[in-house]
């Protein structure tokens, strides 16, 4: 096959998938851990040679199973949960299993791409510029983003930067994510509760210089993120870690507000009390740096955040569609 995707059935990974069926490629390895979840729904519409579960790939990497054809491993398989306590488990399943990715790919010329993440930015403090220098200075406020600092240093210790791409995704949302529970988009459960009880509950803020849901995020479409994927995959030159967001920072109140306009409802958002436990570790601004990537030739501005939310809502969540639908 001509590609790998981990995690294919995922948010990112099914619409890496679309998009790469939309360029005319179907030759594709789709992988993932299935289990008793609803994410192969997200795989139905999808065009792809061979599906494989996680354990049975993370096996043949040890093996010479592939072929010289496979150009590129796409490795967004991952524990995605920022509320994710079990450290053991996130090592296991965020680090050691990249590092394995990494190696099979690197020792067998295959263009690897990995999904690093915004959340390794911590308070922000450090800013949020894709420099390979200053990773050392970042603070995760959070397991999860810890997990992928982990391996973003790992490779770079290693050398492996140079011939690799890390990909620090910020707030992307979208179809195929109603498997994701408590972690769906603001977005998703915006709808929901829009179209349940007519009111959407956003997190009060505990800042004095953020008004209950001024708090800002660099929201992106999943349409979006798979773009700027498949820009860094054509590309063996773009190594080293690069951001992928919008570069803009919207507050959740302009977010609930684009849920309200595609429902045709009246606004009406109430704020509620952060969990105690989520304090110390929520983020109140993020605002991704998209120098790098334009730099690189990307030249596409990510869709409005307005527009995105109009075509997830009434493209997919009002008709229960999904991508390739």
């Given at each position: 096959m001509k590609y790998i995707v981990t995690g294919a059935s995922g948010l990112i990974g099914s619409a890496v998938i679309w998009a790469l069926n939309q360029a005319g490629e179907t030759d594709i390895l789709a992988v993932d851990h299935l289990s008793n979840t609803?994410?192969?729904?997200?795989?139905?519409?999808?065009?792809?040679?061979?599906?494989?579960?996680?354990?049975?790939?993370?096996?043949?990497?040890?093996?010479?199973?592939?072929?010289?054809?496979?150009?590129?491993?796409?490795?967004?398989?991952?524990?995605?949960?920022?509320?994710?306590?079990?450290a053991t488990y996130l090592v296991h399943n965020n680090f050691e299993y990249t590092k394995t990715a990494a190696k099979f790919a690197v020792s067998r010329g295959i263009r690897f791409i990995y999904a690093s993440s915004a959340a390794t930015y911590g308070d922000g403090s450090q800013g949020y510029k894709d420099d390979e220098s200053i990773i050392e200075k970042l603070r995760p406020l959070n397991m999860y983003g810890y997990s992928k600092q982990l391996f973003d240093l790992w490779a770079k210790h290693n050398g492996l930067l140079k011939q690799i791409a890390g990909l620090k995704f910020t707030n992307v949302f979208g179809p195929n994510e109603l498997h994701k529970g408590p972690m769906r988009s603001v977005v998703c459960r915006a709808y929901e509760q829009i179209r349940d009880t007519g009111v959407v509950k956003l997190f009060k803020s505990y800042r004095s210089e953020y008004a209950d849901g001024e708090q800002m995020r660099d929201f992106l479409y999943v349409k979006d993120a798979a773009d700027m994927v498949l820009f860094i995959l054509k590309r063996n030159d773009l190594n080293g870690l690069y951001n992928i967001g919008s570069g803009r920072a919207e507050t959740w109140n302009s977010l609930a507000a684009a849920a309200f306009s595609?429902?045709?409802?009246?606004?009406?958002?109430?704020?509620?009390?952060?969990?105690?436990?989520?304090?110390?570790?929520?983020?109140?601004?993020?605002?991704?740096?998209?120098e790098k990537l334009h730099l690189?030739?990307?030249?596409?501005?990510?869709?409005?955040?307005?527009?995105?939310?109009?075509?997830?809502?009434?493209?997919?969540?009002?008709?229960?569609?999904?991508?390739?639908?």
């Open positions: 609803e994410k192969w729904k997200n795989l139905r519409a999808l065009r792809f040679s061979d599906y494989m579960e996680r354990e049975d790939f993370l096996s043949l990497m040890g093996e010479n199973c592939f072929g010289t054809e496979v150009r590129g491993l796409i490795h967004l398989g991952a524990c995605s949960s920022t509320t994710e306590t079990d595609a429902m045709n409802k009246p606004i009406d958002i109430e704020y509620i009390d952060m969990p105690e436990t989520l304090r110390p570790k929520y983020q109140y601004y993020t605002c991704a740096d998209m690189a030739g990307y030249s596409k501005e990510a869709r409005p955040l307005k527009d995105s939310v109009e075509d997830y809502i009434r493209g997919y969540l009002l008709p229960g569609k999904f991508l390739g639908d």
